[in-house]
């Protein structure tokens, strides 16, 4: 029996990308749609980050280090595939999440320009992160390695477009 439904039976993935781009919306979406559990790696960021960030802050690599290693703890430790949301904006990060989920993960990133993700994030109330901090996330993205495993979708794109070109590319993998 064949299906279109894309088999990610023990998988892990973070949907990323800079702030605004869609990761929760899309990433919850895409876990339904792959019959995934989704989690969102806001809920793992400490008070003081949460705040630092309300305030118009960037966080640092000392602020996030215990958040990256939540995220990769609660990958790993979840049976079945898994999609988190997490921005993963370095390659420092997204080695750090792997070495702490211990088995292969795959980074989805949703790109888009400035001005796409900036009119989203004005739609967008209740949020902690304000778009005053847009500049500092697009100025930490950095490219992927050739050793890492990752799909890059453009966002500018309905949501149901997007999570089929992430569903068709990890049928592929």
């Not at 304000?130 to 697009?138: C, I, Y």
């Not at 999570?163 to 049928?171: G, P």
């Amino acid at each position: 029996m064949t299906t279109d439904k894309p088999n990610p039976v023990g998988r892990k993935y973070v949907i990323m990308g800079v702030t605004g781009c869609g990761k929760s919306t899309i990433g919850s979406l895409l876990a339904r749609q792959l019959g995934a559990q989704f989690l969102d790696g806001d809920d793992l960021h400490p008070a003081a980050n949460i705040a630092k960030m309300s305030a118009g802050q960037p966080l640092n690599d000392a602020d996030r280090a215990p958040w990256l290693d939540r995220i990769g703890q609660r990958l790993g430790a979840v049976d079945g595939a898994v999609i988190m949301a997490c921005s993963a904006l370095k390659q420092s990060y997204r080695d750090r999440i792997r070495d702490q989920a211990g088995c292969p993960v795959t980074f989805l990133l949703l790109q888009g320009s400035r001005a796409v993700i900036e009119s989203r994030m004005a739609l967008r109330a209740g949020h902690f992160m304000p778009t005053s901090l847009l500049d500092s996330q697009f100025a930490t993205l950095e490219p992927f390695s050739a050793a890492e495993s990752f799909v890059v979708v453009d966002i500018d794109q309905s949501a149901a477009a997007i999570v089929a070109a992430l569903s068709a590319q990890i049928a592929q993998e």
